[in-house]
C-alpha cells in the first residue's frame, strides 16, 4: 500500500502579482519621502510563492453560485451551516498582510449567523407580523398596544383594529383571510408572548415610560425588525444594571411585590 495520494501543486506569479507588488514598492517610497525618511536601498523582488504564509483565495466569495464557493457572509452556497472566514474567501491579494480583513469577515459572517439562529428559535406566531412595516408607514407602538390602568401591563391590540386597515388591503392573502376569521368569530388573535417576567416581580410599564425609559431598552429595536424574537436580557441581574445607569432603585421591595403578603 502506498498510502494516500498528495496533491502536487505548480504555481507562479502572473503579471498582476508583479504590477502589485511594483505599485506598493512606489506607494511605500511616497510615503517614506512625506515623512522625510531617507531610502537606502529598493526593490520589487518578491519572496518565492509559498514562503510567506498568507495565501488567499480557493473558496472565493460571490453573488452568483457558479463562479464562487461563498455568498457574501462566507457561508457556502451549497452547504447552509458551513462558513469559510479565514483566507481562502478572498477574490484577490493585496501587499499586506490580511489578519484585519479576516476578522473583520469572521465578524460579518457571525453577527449573519447570530441573526439567523434568532428567527429560527423564534415563536411562532399564528398570523406573520411585521413591525418594521408597520412602523415604517407611521405607525407608533400606542395605537396598536394600550396602557390600561394601573399602567402595569401592555394590550394587544383588539381583532377589529387591525380589521380597520385590512376589509379591503390584501384580502387575498391568507394570513389577512385567518384574521379576517377572527374578527368574524370576536376572538382575539392568539399571540405567543416573547418576553415573560415571573409572577413574583411588580413591572409597570407606564412607570418607566413617564421615566423615559424606551420600548427598545426592554425590547430591542422592534422598529428594524420582521419577526420579534427575545434579544434583550430581562434578568434581575440586567434589571439592576439598568436601574443603577439610570439611578433608579435596586431596593428588594421596589421590584418584588409585597402586596400579596
Known amino acids: 500500500c502506498r498510502g494516500v ?20 514598492m512606489n506607494v511605500a517610497e511616497e510615503l517614506c519621502h512625506g515623512a522625510g525618511f531617507q531610502i537606502l536601498a529598493k526593490h520589487a523582488q518578491m519572496a518565492p510563492p509559498g514562503e510567506s504564509i498568507h495565501e488567499l ?5 460571490g453573488a452568483d453560485p457558479k463562479t464562487s464557493v461563498l ?8 452547504i447552509k451551516n458551513l462558513f469559510v472566514t479565514d483566507g481562502s474567501a478572498f477574490v484577490s491579494g ?13 465578524m460579518r459572517a457571525s453577527e449573519y449567523l447570530a441573526a439567523a439562529l434568532l428567527l429560527l428559535f423564534a415563536a411562532a406566531q399564528p398570523i406573520p407580523y411585521s413591525h ?18 394601573p399602567g402595569e401591563m401592555m394590550g394587544y391590540p383588539v381583532t ?9 388591503v390584501k384580502t387575498e392573502i391568507p394570513a ?5 376569521g377572527y374578527a368574524k368569530d370576536q376572538k382575539p388573535v392568539p399571540w405567543v408572548r416573547v418576553y415573560q417576567i415571573p409572577s413574583y416581580v411588580f413591572f409597570s410599564h407606564r ?22 424574537t427575545k434579544e434583550v436580557d430581562i434578568s434581575m441581574g440586567a434589571c439592576m444594571d439598568c436601574h443603577r445607569k439610570n439611578k433608579a432603585s435596586i431596593d428588594c421591595t421596589f421590584c418584588h411585590d409585597t402586596r400579596a403578603q
Open 71 to 78: 455568498n457574501g457572509y462566507n457561508q457556502a452556497h451549497d
Open 94 to 106: 493585496g501587499s499586506q498582510n490580511p489578519t484585519l480583513t479576516l476578522l473583520a469577515l469572521s
Open 160 to 168: 377589529k383594529t387591525c380589521m380597520g386597515c385590512y376589509t379591503t
Open 5 to 24: 495520494p498528495v496533491l502536487h501543486i505548480r504555481h507562479k506569479y502572473s503579471a498582476n502579482e508583479y504590477a502589485m507588488a511594483k505599485d506598493s
Open 57 to 61: 483565495g480557493t473558496c472565493r466569495m
Open 132 to 149: 418594521q412595516t408597520h412602523l415604517s408607514v407611521g405607525l407608533q407602538c400606542k395605537n396598536c398596544h394600550t396602557n390600561p390602568d
Open 207 to 228: 412607570t418607566h415610560q413617564e421615566a423615559g425609559a424606551k420600548c427598545q431598552a426592554c425590547h430591542g429595536p422592534v422598529a428594524e425588525r420582521e419577526v420579534i
Open 176 to 180: 389577512i383571510q385567518k384574521l379576517a
